[in-house]
């Protein structure tokens, strides 16, 4: 079992930056790709950016491609996203999702956090 929280969220003008976090605990986190995923008012969860296990590879949407960065630090159990350049249309609830490998789709069979509130006022 693998517990998640997120945190980070809050709301910014467009153009401005926030870094959300997803603390881990439960099983050896280390093991798990960890990615984010994100669910707008009225539309379906999507994907935003996965990183493997290691950390050494990282899968984008080309929506935030350039403008978001995934990380993680193995030895705080946490990972990261880092989103700049931030626009209306980033807003949404943000998800982080532990799977035994890095997915672009997770589901039902990823251990989930509660998600993160983020709004981007124009």
């Known amino acids: 079992q693998v517990q998640l929280v997120e945190s980070g969220g809050g709301l910014v003008q467009a153009g401005g930056s926030l870094r959300l976090s997803c603390a881990a605990s439960?099983?050896?986190?280390?093991?798990?790709?960890m990615g984010w995923f994100r669910q707008a008012p009225g539309k379906e969860r999507e994907f935003v950016a996965v990183?493997?296990?290691?950390?050494?590879?990282?899968t984008y949407a080309d929506s935030v491609k350039g403008r978001f960065t995934i990380s993680r630090d193995n030895s705080k159990n946490t990972g990261y996203l880092q989103m700049n350049s931030l626009k209306p249309e980033d807003t949404a609830t943000y998800y982080c999702?532990?799977?035994?490998?890095?997915?672009?789709?997770?589901?039902?069979?990823?251990?989930w956090g509660q998600g993160t509130q983020v709004t981007v006022s124009s």
């Open positions: 990183i493997t296990a290691s950390g050494g590879a990282t």
């Open positions: 999702a532990a799977h035994i490998r890095a997915l672009t789709q997770m589901g039902e069979d990823a251990y």
């Open positions: 439960g099983r050896a986190f280390s093991n798990y790709a």
